[in-house]
């Protein structure tokens, strides 16, 4: 942590990261605290709590809108509990109901110290983004659940970023309205309306990414880096040369981990044992979650247990 990372909000550190126009933030996805941890011991200057591994870490199903507000909420605050010096921006699919509740949640997301979060325009029943057949919401109750994250944000003065996201390039409202023009269009009302970043989620290729930056208004835009999902994956130079100032990365945790466990299960299946060998052992897997500071804590109040 340098001087100017030093007793500013997470938040405050977010807005700092983005005020500077020739930087790119990289936000890996985080899901639980191992990953987040793991995340953290890399030096991330900013980090993303991803909706779908939220689901599946937390509920052990796939991403389909069943994470409640609670489910989010919590796992949100302890990521952000771990160094809140790291700015976290965190999923909040489509702010979990009408106006009131999205206005709750961005509150309750900011008083956790979550630095900026996102609302989307799919309906309730939502789905991964890069699924097929998404449904949205109209224009109008778009811009209001917008407009209640714009107030809510301002209200709570915590200055938490406010990202729009919208699924129109891969999704249609019920009058059929979707496509290319209408995900900008949606875009640029969100800008309007006075929140800090934009999502176009489900952009096509390369060239529809660098399109987009020239259609969309002069705020920052996130580009999401899912691994085998319908946008091409664009290493951080390349991102940031076509003007994208945030990059998360969504499933990069889950990706690792899913055949990791897979290998370890069905070893112990087959073949009766586990296949570390050697195994890295308890305290080296504890210290991935900070066992020695946790002592050293207790050991400088005046604790004996842990000498
Ligand atoms: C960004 C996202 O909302 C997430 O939950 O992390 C997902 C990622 C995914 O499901 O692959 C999305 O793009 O919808």
């Not at 100017?4 to 126009?21: H, M």
């Not at 937390?58 to 994470?67: F, H, V």
């Not at 409640?68 to 990521?79: G, K, L, R």
């Not at 999205?102 to 979550?114: D, E, F, L, P």
Request: aromatic share 6%; with cysteine.
């Amino acid at each position: 942590m340098n001087a100017t990372q030093q007793n500013v909000s997470a938040p405050a550190r977010l807005r700092q990261l983005l005020s500077d126009p020739s930087h790119t933030v990289v936000a890996p996805g985080v899901y639980d605290g191992i990953s987040a941890r793991l995340a953290l011991a890399q030096g991330f200057e900013c980090l993303y709590m991803t909706g779908a591994g939220t689901a599946m870490s937390r509920l052990g199903m796939a991403d389909l809108g069943l994470t409640t507000f609670t489910d989010m909420h919590q796992n949100a605050s302890m990521i952000a509990s771990i160094n809140p010096s790291v700015p976290l921006i965190a999923d909040a699919d489509t702010g979990y109901g009408g106006p009131i509740n999205v206005a709750a949640t961005v509150k309750a997301y900011a008083r956790s110290g979550v630095a900026g979060l996102h609302i989307e325009d799919q309906v309730q029943e939502k789905r991964c983004g890069h699924l097929g057949g998404k449904l949205l919401v109209s224009r109008e109750v778009y811009a209001n659940r917008l407009r209640a994250a714009c107030r809510a944000r301002d209200e709570s003065g915590s200055g938490i970023a406010i990202i729009a996201r919208t699924d129109a390039r891969a999704g249609k409202d019920p009058e059929g309205n979707g496509g290319y023009d209408e995900a900008v269009a949606r875009l640029r009302m969100a800008a309007e309306i006075g929140v800090d970043g934009l999502f176009f989620e489900a952009l096509q290729s390369k060239e529809e990414a660098e399109k987009a930056i020239s259609d969309l208004p002069k705020i920052p835009v996130l580009l999401n880096e899912v691994g085998g999902g319908r946008t091409p994956i664009l290493a951080v130079e390349e991102a940031n040369k076509l003007g994208f100032r945030i990059t998360i990365w969504p499933t990069m945790g889950l990706e690792a981990v899913v055949p990791a466990l897979e290998n370890a299960y069905s070893a112990l299946k087959k073949n009766g044992k586990s296949p570390e060998d050697p195994a890295l052992g308890p305290s080296k897997l504890f210290e991935v979650c900070g066992l020695k500071d946790l002592m050293a804590f207790d050991e400088s109040v005046g604790g004996k247990a842990y000498q």
